[in-house]
């Protein structure tokens, strides 16, 4: 699936996203923007991270505009603490890098600015764009064709995927410019797309996946013409570079809205396009798929509790818990096995279900590597609990921490209780499900089976 090179659409020429950007400025856009004086937003400079602020003066100073852009202002107006504030400008990259000594000029289709400050915090600045990045193409040689595409800031407005990700904040005067109708929705509580969706999602499907992670997160309704076009273009997903499919995907999981985006996945059967061997379990007629739809989603509605709680939870669990279904429904359960064939089976079945999923998806060898050996951990953890001890050799495997983490995650989705056994050989903050009151193991090495419960 990887395709090097153009990260999406190598079909789409030059041409076509030149007239879609026109068709965009004209039939939807041509109009002068929106303009939000200080006095009816709530936007502070308090509330703008202190280096970004530098930054924009600095630029402001030397005459250029300089606007706070994209996910910072939509956190800022939400009043949420945003993740980065990113700058954009009239300057152009190398007199960006005069105006800042500590900055250096990063990017291969699009040059933009990073200008690094104390305990490596990172400002980016890009100079306005025409168009996006991601419909670059390239040219017959099969090489990228290197246009910076400088342009005003309307059509850096429109260049961008959702209303709500398109307000510029004007350190010349506070105010917020409007040029797509992103404060309506923010206001309406609504995710559409900038221009028409069928067009926005031909030139770059993975805003489908990113139309899906700000709706779960805000909790916003998706457009019903947006949602109708991820229906229909779902498909086209699989012309993306795998690399950047997974890069957002995993963004949905890890984020703390992972429940609410596979739900929306779901929905739109987004999720059978990117992984299609989950429609097996997932499909209409198969009488389970609602209780395994359920469970699914319980699974990461507990991720999302633990992001929300500030863990940190490894992307070896997040893809191991993906996989559940296609396990569940892969179990040896045949009467006339035994169980080192049951074992072996299912240690196959792993291998092999992980190379089919992760595999177009240029997933890390080390990373489905650790998947594989947590998922198989499953099995020793649950023999161990049952003989009422764990060895050492166990113990002292790389992933015990995380295969404990999973059967944890697990368990609690099934209200099952995990026993003192497991709670003992991990620290007692691991799971914050897990009840603080056990007690220490008597020794080292090995527990007796009276500490079962
Ligand atoms: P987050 O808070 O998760 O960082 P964000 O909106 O800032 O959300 P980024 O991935 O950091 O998301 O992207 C920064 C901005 O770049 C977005 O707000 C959006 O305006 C623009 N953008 C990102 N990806 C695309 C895309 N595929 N097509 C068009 N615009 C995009
Ligand atoms: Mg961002």
Same mark, same amino acid.
């Given at each position: 699936?990887? /395709? ?27 109009? +002068?923007?929106?303009?939000? &004086?200080? @006095? ?9 991270? #202190?280096?970004? !602020? ?63 400050? /104390? ?20 040219? #017959?040689?099969?090489? $990228? ?41 923010? /206001?309406?509580?609504? $995710?559409?797309?900038? =221009? ?10 993975? *805003? ?13 309704? $998706? ?12 498909? #086209?997903?699989?012309?993306? @570079? ?8 995993? *963004? ?30 997932? +499909? ?36 191991? !818990? ?7 429904? +892969? ?33 890390? /060898? ?48 099934? =209200? ?15 799971? &914050? ?7 220490? &193991? ?12």
């Amino acid at each position: 699936m990887e /395709k090097p090179g153009v990260p999406c659409d190598q079909d789409a020429g030059k041409s076509s996203i030149v007239r879609s950007l026109h068709s965009i400025n004209s039939q939807h856009f041509n109009m +002068a923007p929106l303009v939000i &004086p200080r @006095s009816e937003h709530p936007i502070s400079r308090k509330m703008i991270d #202190e280096e970004a !602020l530098k930054v924009l003066y600095r630029l402001h100073r030397h005459g250029f505009s300089a606007y706070l852009v994209g996910g910072s202002v939509r956190d800022l107006l939400l009043g949420k603490i945003p993740k980065d504030f990113d700058v954009a400008t009239n300057a152009h990259p190398h007199e960006i890098t005069l105006l800042f000594k500590n900055s250096r000029i990063i990017g291969r289709r699009f040059r933009l600015v990073q200008v690094f400050f /104390k305990e490596r915090k990172m400002v980016e600045v890009s100079t306005f764009r025409s168009h996006s990045e991601f419909e670059e193409t390239i040219d #017959e040689d099969g090489k $990228i064709i290197r246009t910076d595409s400088f342009g005003t800031p309307e059509e850096d407005a429109l260049r961008r995927d959702i209303t709500i990700n398109g307000l510029f904040y004007n350190i010349a005067d506070f105010s917020i410019i409007d040029y797509i109708g992103g404060m309506a929705d923010l /206001k309406q509580r609504v $995710i559409r797309t900038i =221009g028409h969706p069928n067009e926005r999602f031909q030139q770059d499907p993975v *805003r489908m996946i990113r139309v899906i992670r700000h709706a779960a997160r805000t909790g916003f309704v $998706i457009e019903d013409k947006t949602f109708q076009a991820i229906i229909r273009h779902r498909e #086209e997903i699989r012309r993306c @570079s795998s690399s950047r499919v997974r890069d957002e995907f995993s *963004r949905d999981l890890k984020e703390g809205a992972a429940q609410p985006s596979l739900e929306l996945m779901l929905r739109t059967h987004l999720l059978f396009s990117l992984f299609p061997d989950l429609l097996r379990v997932f +499909a209409d007629r198969n009488p389970l798929n609602k209780q395994d739809e359920t469970f699914f989603l319980s699974l990461f509605g507990l991720v999302d509790q633990l992001v929300k709680m500030g863990r940190t939870v490894p992307e070896s669990i997040l893809y191991s !818990l993906l996989l559940t279904p296609l396990l569940k429904s +892969a179990t040896p359960e045949h009467p006339f096995l035994g169980e080192r064939q049951r074992y072996i089976y299912s240690m196959q079945t792993i291998r092999l279900l992980i190379q089919q999923v992760f595999t177009p998806f240029s997933i890390p /060898k080390g990373l489905k590597e650790m998947t594989s050996q947590i998922l198989m951990a499953q099995w020793n953890l649950r023999k161990s609990i049952n003989r009422g001890m764990i060895s050492k050799g166990l113990r002292t495997k790389k992933y015990f921490r995380e295969g404990v983490l999973l059967l944890g995650i697990l368990a609690q989705a099934k =209200g099952e209780r995990v026993p003192r056994l497991l709670r003992n050989v991990v620290p007692s903050d691991l799971l &914050p499900w897990w009840p603080k009151d056990f007690r220490r &193991p008597r020794r080292s090495g090995r527990f007796s089976s009276s500490m079962k419960r």
